[in-house]
């Protein structure tokens, strides 16, 4: 039973680590695959080439990305459905706030340390 449903929609989810063609963009998968000898799973790195007709992707960027029913070319077997992550654009997966390295961004665009934040928290808990 390893036929696939017509209309099911495959989604991947990659880094995009080469933009140099026209309207394509590389795309690094990693799929899981199962060796059959030692029964364990290995990851397996893929290279798709997935369209990209805005230009909206950088290098480095997380993407999601969608097989055709039809194939473009003979290489580029995909589309861009979402930008996930884009490169420069970190969220601290705690706070739900921007940061870079070891500071939080605000709204504002000033910096503020972690450590200032931790300080802020234990003083309000204090009292």
Not at 117 to 125: L, M
């Amino acid at each position: 039973m390893t036929s696939k449903a017509p209309n099911m929609m495959r989604l991947f989810l990659g880094q995009v680590f080469g933009i140099r063609m026209n309207r394509t963009i590389k795309v690094k998968v990693t799929k899981m695959e199962l060796d059959e000898y030692v029964m364990k799973y290995y990851s397996k790195p893929q290279i798709c080439y997935v369209y990209d007709g805005k230009y909206e992707t950088t290098s480095g960027d997380i993407v999601l990305i969608k097989e055709l029913p039809v194939p473009r070319s003979a290489k580029v077997r995909h589309s861009l459905e979402k930008i996930v992550y884009q490169v420069g654009r970190t969220i601290d997966p705690i706070t739900r706030r921007r940061c870079t390295y070891f500071s939080y961004l605000d709204d504002a665009g000033t910096k503020q340390t972690m450590d200032d934040v931790g300080k802020n928290q234990t003083n309000a808990d204090m009292e």
